[in-house]
């Protein structure tokens, strides 16, 4: 309960590295003196400059070169390039792949942000309570993020195998003697595989990322609610959750913004299919834009989806948000 | 000395620096490709070529190694990238910003870019292209005029497990569609699943039937769907009608739009499947992980008034960049790569079908079939022989191709929507 006993005004001086003066008058700046002043304000902020360098050269740089080459036909091959106005966002709202691709990126960013979230939040207060071998389970947890998903998503298309040879099908019949199932050749079960991979993949992350906030709500305050008779589910919602919404916040709008973006998980795991059930909007970029040699057509749709990833993006970051004061 | 003693003193924290940025560049460069002769001889008289591959260190050695023994005096800088996504992505960086070699790959993937952006010089009449396989010529041409020297092919036909048709009394893959289809049903009958394809791609055997029907008019298929004299409604609802009859019949399980080709040639090399299409890069791995399977390639059985055909390509040609300031010593290169002493290289290292008129290939036994059709020219494969929009189309036929195995789309369907991808691309 220490941490909120300082005063604002007393935290702001500190922050601006001037002496304090409990009760006394506000400190004086100096400008240009060796504690203060614009001089020391600039030297603090050139160490912005390689960040800010960085963010001009490798994505403001480009993203206005996209936004260019989205009104040309740019072939990658060769700079001698026409204007072409609205033509390649014409062809790209007749296509019927983008339809497709936009619906299952959808669905799997929701449902991906859903279940992980639904999970990560009781597994990070499992692995934060005290049991023996809590160092090893909160690593095995956590390892499914560290390979690369384009591996892992081979790796699962042994284990889905909709084949009576595939890994998970040989278990089931094992265990049960059904089978086999149709896991990636079914639309829904492939659709559903993808989102499942996604989940195992990440949700350990996502449960470090809400143990470390879980870390740092003092353990009086569940002490005090004890005293008080709230039950441990009482104690989870009033306490726990409201102190997890900025987390809650950062991990739904990673899991959202991440989903938006897939390519590698249903490319490797399913190439997008059966059909388009699997298909993705950046896989949608790629082939028909980027394989193909149409990079006019290719910026179109990035600038198109850096747009509406946008979009979603601070929605559900306003939401989130506003979500987040309400409960606290 | 610690680093802090190194950066206090403003000549030292200089040079910091500016080993620092050198050391970085290096490796930037270091990432983007070697630079090194895989022979790793050559280059005593100062000449250099710059050759860009899209096979690895190991595979172009052999014949890097013959290019040093005849060429002491002038060095390869060798550089490669694995195909193809990576390597199209790499050769058109360098195109377009100038610094691409001397003489690269010229692939299905990116013929047309090439071409279009003039990065690659005609090669018309050079004396190195007068052993090139007139197939594999016209593959990397335009107009009659070739700019790529592509000096082997692939084929791909049906793989069938002997063992397991002698059970029904087949010796062999039946040469007419309906014979097939009949074993099928034999094998069926015996227990024997008699047929596996993973749908990962329009079909080969399909491309096998519209090879027949394109050799029929002449090789003036694909023009006519491209000059919009003809549709793929036209021609291909007919080849997609007979190749969904495995699975409308029951000779193949429709779960085959959810497995890889991987998947696909391992129910096959384990006996779990009587018959599957396949191409020789799947010859090595079933001699290794499957050394007791008895089995062989034979071409795609023929449609009602067809031929056997197979589905192929050229192999990825030799061009020359039109920017080259070598292009006397990239002839000279190309000369090298177009000898028999060469294409017998890459022949024994990478068991190539090579097509060149002065070397007979040694295959695989069981690639011996398919390597009389390749040699002969009978091979096709549509996504080569299209001239525009081909990812797009391929994309389609794809995820067209397993609605239809799937029974969720018709022949006639599944052509429309090609059409369709065509008129909007």
Request: hydrophobic residues 45%; charged residues 15%; aromatic residues 10%.
């Amino acid at each position: 309960m220490s941490s909120t006993s300082v005063r604002p005004d007393v935290g702001r001086a500190v922050q601006a590295g001037s002496p304090v003066v409990p009760g006394g008058a506000p400190p004086v700046r100096r400008r240009g003196g060796p504690q203060g002043g614009w001089k020391q304000v600039a030297g603090y902020q050139a160490f912005l400059l390689p960040v800010v360098a960085v963010f001009v050269v490798l994505f403001l740089v480009p993203l206005a070169q996209t936004f260019y080459y989205s009104f040309t036909d740019f072939s990658g091959y060769s700079l001698d390039t026409e204007f072409v106005g609205l033509e390649n966002y014409g062809r790209i709202l007749t296509d019927p792949s983008m339809l497709a691709g936009l619906g299952f990126t959808i669905g799997f960013a929701v449902a991906q942000t859903a279940v992980i979230t639904a999970l990560a939040i009781p597994l990070a207060v499992a692995l934060d309570r005290a049991f023996a071998g809590r160092s090893l389970v909160r690593s095995l947890v956590f390892f499914p993020a560290i390979p690369s998903i384009a591996v892992l998503g081979l790796v699962w298309t042994y284990i889905l195998s909709p084949l009576g040879s595939g890994v998970l099908n040989q278990v089931i019949d094992a265990l049960t003697g059904l089978g086999p199932f149709p896991f990636l050749s079914d639309p829904w079960m492939a659709r559903g595989s993808v989102v499942l991979v996604a989940v195992w993949s990440q949700v350990g992350w996502h449960a470090v990322l809400y143990l470390a906030y879980l870390q740092s709500i003092p353990a009086d305050y569940y002490e005090v609610a004890t005293i008080d008779g709230a039950s441990r589910p009482q104690q989870f919602r009033l306490i726990t959750l409201p102190l997890l919404a900025p987390a809650i916040t950062i991990s739904t709008f990673l899991l959202m913004t991440n989903g938006l973006k897939v390519y590698d998980l249903p490319f490797t795991l399913t190439g997008g299919g059966p059909g388009y059930s699997t298909f993705t909007l950046t896989q949608s970029i790629i082939t028909s834009g980027v394989a193909q040699g149409e990079y006019g057509r290719a910026s179109a749709l990035a600038v198109l989806f850096t747009l509406a990833v946008g979009a979603v993006s601070l929605s559900q970051l306003l939401w989130s948000r506003r979500i987040e004061g309400r409960i606290r | 000395m610690t680093l802090k003693d190194l950066t206090s003193r403003p000549t030292s924290r200089r040079s910091f620096l500016t080993a620092l940025a050198a050391g970085g560049a290096a490796t930037a460069l270091a990432g983007c490709s070697t630079s090194t002769s895989p022979g790793g001889g050559g280059g005593g008289g100062g000449q250099r070529i710059s050759y860009f591959s899209w096979d690895n260190q190991e595979d172009s050695k052999p014949v890097l190694d013959l290019w040093n023994e005849q060429n002491p005096d002038i060095a390869v800088d060798f550089s490669n990238a694995p195909p193809v996504a990576e390597y199209i992505a790499a050769l058109q960086t360098r195109v377009l910003s100038g610094t691409a070699a001397d003489v690269f790959c010229i692939a299905a993937e990116n013929k047309t870019n090439l071409i279009d952006g003039s990065a690659v010089v005609d090669l018309s009449g050079k004396p190195f292209m007068s052993g090139i396989n007139e197939f594999n010529a016209a593959t990397y041409g335009r107009d009659g005029k070739p700019y790529g020297m592509s000096t082997a092919s692939w084929g791909a036909g049906i793989a069938y497990n002997r063992a397991l048709l002698q059970q029904v009394g087949a010796d062999g893959v039946p040469e007419t569609w309906d014979e097939f289809l009949a074993l099928c049903a034999e094998l069926k009958a015996a227990g024997i699943t008699p047929y596996i394809e993973a749908v990962t791609g329009p079909s080969l055997v399909v491309a096998g039937f519209l090879g027949a029907q394109n050799a029929a008019q002449g090789g003036a298929m694909d023009t006519a769907i491209f000059d919009g004299s003809s549709t793929f409604e036209e021609q291909w609802t007919d080849p997609l009608a007979q190749w969904v009859r495995l699975w409308d019949e029951g000779y193949a399980t429709r779960d085959a739009v959810g497995i890889t080709g991987d998947q696909g040639r391992d129910e096959f090399a384990q006996g779990r499947a009587a018959m599957t299409v396949m191409g020789p890069w799947d010859v090595p791995t079933l001699r290794s992980s499957a050394a007791d399977l008895d089995f062989s390639l034979a071409r795609i059985p023929a449609l009602s008034g067809g031929s056997v055909f197979l589905a192929g390509a050229a192999s990825p040609g030799y061009a020359i960049n039109a920017k080259s300031e070598n292009q006397e010593l990239a002839e000279r290169f190309l000369t090298f790569l177009a000898s028999a002493e060469v294409v017998k290289a890459q022949n024994e290292a990478l068991g190539s079908i090579t097509t060149t008129a002065d070397y007979e290939p040694t295959v695989d036994p069981a690639l011996e079939v398919v390597a009389q059709g390749v040699r002969a020219g009978d091979i096709y494969l549509p996504q080569i022989a299209w001239t525009r929009a081909e990812d797009k189309l391929n994309e389609t036929g794809i995820a067209q191709a397993q609605l239809l195995v799937q029974g969720s789309q018709t022949p006639q369907g599944m052509a429309a929507e090609m059409d369709r991808t065509l008129a909007s691309a």
